[in-house]
């Protein structure tokens, strides 16, 4: 019974798998790879894993604040050239988009919070870049709106730039003097 119990430790000890094939590039052999420079002894290679390691930081912009503003710029352009429909939903687009990652970037801040101090620093600017950009996106789509003669579609988005933003930020004001222009409110605020 002593013998099991001694190769159970041994196996555990120096592990019932072989080596090969255990590292993080798999089967892959890196030696025809292109190498980009001898440094220290450290030998770093650059293959095609490599490149696409960091998928949403490169030029791929499906899940990125980036893509917010090139919606955002391209339905400017829609506008400048009379494509109202096409820019609301560009603007739409931005919209969903930036309230999605707002709310991915304060789960991952409340999640790290207490455990390193760094990533929800990044977090939360990445969290506020990405609010500044919604009550944008709600602010092209209330003015649109307000241009199409719907400002019963254009009072909920203004409302919403100043939940984001407050009162005293100069996109909560601007969100607010509109509201006043609309009749929703009579009231000036005397932050101005």
Known sequence: MRFFKFITVLFVIFGIFPLTGCSNSGSKDLRNEKVISRDNKKTLIESDDTKNYKVLS?????????????????????????NFEKAKENYDKARNLSKQLSGFYRDLNGSFRGLDARIPLEMDKKGRESLKLWAESNSRLA????????????????VEIIRLMS???????????NLIQLGFVNTSYKGF
Do not use: C, M
Request: charged share 25%; hydrophobic share 30%.
């Open 58 to 82: 490169t030029s791929n912009k499906n899940l990125t604040i980036t893509n917010v503003k090139a919606y955002l710029t391209e339905g400017d352009n829609l506008i400048a050239n009379g």
């Open 143 to 158: 003015s649109l709106y307000r241009r199409k003669k719907q400002p019963e579609v254009a009072v909920p988005l203004l």
């Open 167 to 177: 009162p005293n930020s100069p996109q909560g004001k601007e969100a607010y003097e």
